[in-house]
């Protein structure tokens, strides 16, 4: 149990398809992520909300939507997805209070891997 | 702009070897610092971190790390690792009060048993 939920776990698309992934936290964090994970490759932010606004949006494209209906709830909306698409979606929270010296610890959901067909 | 460079993407090991991961960062300011371990099959979880303090940092299952500072360096170590020790190691850094955390690229470790 990670205190972050992911849905579904395995998702196979096709290009013209639209589908989402979930993610719940049940830490009491004010800031979500999403990152993306390839192999071979960094872990790539996507997209932070602090307080269901968003705080970055790392040049992803407009095939990716992200919606952040309250602190606990991050949605990603896929449409129109490419193959190379295809990689484990991870999301993430933490608490946010930026701005201040301390450091804050990211915690991570098990990710849901998409394959775009 | 931050980065961090893990130079061991593979790395094998007999039980009751000695492991040492490299991380190396590219940041000019004060950083927190982190490794995270993803088991097969499992999510990422955070193994140790570190914010301040002493540069030597304990985190779980036997796992440490020495943050230095004129190396840009933090560099994971076990005494004799497990088969259970098999997985995957990431290296993170954050600069203080920001969202960002920056994560390398991996490590896998196979111990054999």
């Known amino acids: 149990e990670t205190g972050v939920t992911q849905t579904p776990r395995h998702l196979v698309m096709g290009m013209t398809n639209k589908k989402s992934l979930k993610c719940e936290q049940h830490l009491g964090h004010n800031a979500m992520y999403w990152y993306k994970q390839s192999a071979k490759k960094p872990l790539e932010l996507m997209f932070v909300?602090?307080?269901?606004?968003?705080?970055e949006n790392n040049s992803v494209p407009s095939r990716f939507s992200p919606e952040c209906p309250n602190s606990s709830h991050l949605f990603l909306h896929l449409h129109t997805l490419q193959p190379e698409d295809s990689a484990l979606y991870l999301c993430?929270?933490?608490?946010?209070?930026?701005?201040?010296?301390?450091?804050?610890?990211?915690?991570f959901g098990e990710g849901s891997w998409l394959t775009v067909v | 702009a931050q980065s961090v460079s893990q130079h061991n993407h593979h790395v094998i090991l007999s039980e009751a070897a000695s492991l040492e991961l490299g991380c190396n960062y590219s940041y000019g300011g004060t950083v927190n610092l982190f490794w995270y371990v993803q088991y097969p099959g499992q999510h990422l979880q955070l193994l140790l971190k570190y914010f301040s303090g002493d540069p030597l940092v304990k985190g779980i299952k036997g796992f440490e790390a020495e943050f230095i500072k004129s190396k840009f360096s933090f560099n994971l170590r076990k005494p004799s690792v497990q088969w259970s020790d098999t997985a995957e190691y990431f290296c993170?850094?954050?600069?203080?009060?920001?969202?960002?955390?920056?994560f390398g690229t991996g490590t896998r470790l196979k111990v054999l048993a």
């Open positions: 993430a929270s933490s608490q946010s209070d930026w701005g201040g010296p301390v450091g804050n610890t990211i915690y």
């Open positions: 993170a850094v954050n600069a203080p009060g920001t969202y960002k955390y920056i």
């Open positions: 909300y602090n307080f269901k606004e968003q705080t």
